[in-house]
């Protein structure tokens, strides 16, 4: 069963911008706490960003801050993640991730209980 579904992956060039989207069911969205995950080749998994249920708080890795923005629309079921000044150091599968037992945010990927399947952003120099 999907239970996140993302979209808006691409190859773009260093300086460029890409938007992500993660649309999740109504009962997942509805509590849960959001989050992004990317991936690069030959490397762990790591956290990028995190929004609590609400859309109150957020919280960036410092890899990202300032250049990535997320947010959440409750009446769509979606969390989208805005990336601005894109490096090739942020070449990665980005993973979107919902936790549903907490209502703030966590930048442990055991914190998450759904993931969508991935989307590859691909930054060229």
């Known amino acids: 069963q999907v239970q996140l579904v993302e979209s808006g992956g691409g190859l773009v060039q260093a300086g460029g911008s890409l938007r992500l989207s993660c649309a999740a069911s109504?009962?997942?969205?509805?509590?849960?706490?959001m989050g992004w995950f990317r991936q690069a080749p030959g490397k762990e998994r790591e956290f990028v960003v995190a929004i609590s249920r609400s859309g109150s708080s957020t919280y960036y890795a410092d890899s990202v801050k300032g250049r990535f923005t997320i947010s959440r629309d409750n009446a769509k079921n979606t969390v989208y993640l805005q990336m601005n000044s894109l490096k090739p150091e942020d070449t990665a599968v980005y993973y979107c991730?919902?936790?549903?037992?907490?209502?703030?945010?966590?930048?442990?990927?055991?914190?998450?209980?759904?993931w969508g399947q991935g989307t590859q952003v691909t930054v060229s120099s």
């Open positions: 109504d009962r997942i969205f509805s509590s849960s706490a």
């Open positions: 991730a919902a936790d549903l037992r907490r209502a703030g945010v966590s930048t442990s990927e055991d914190a998450y209980d759904y």
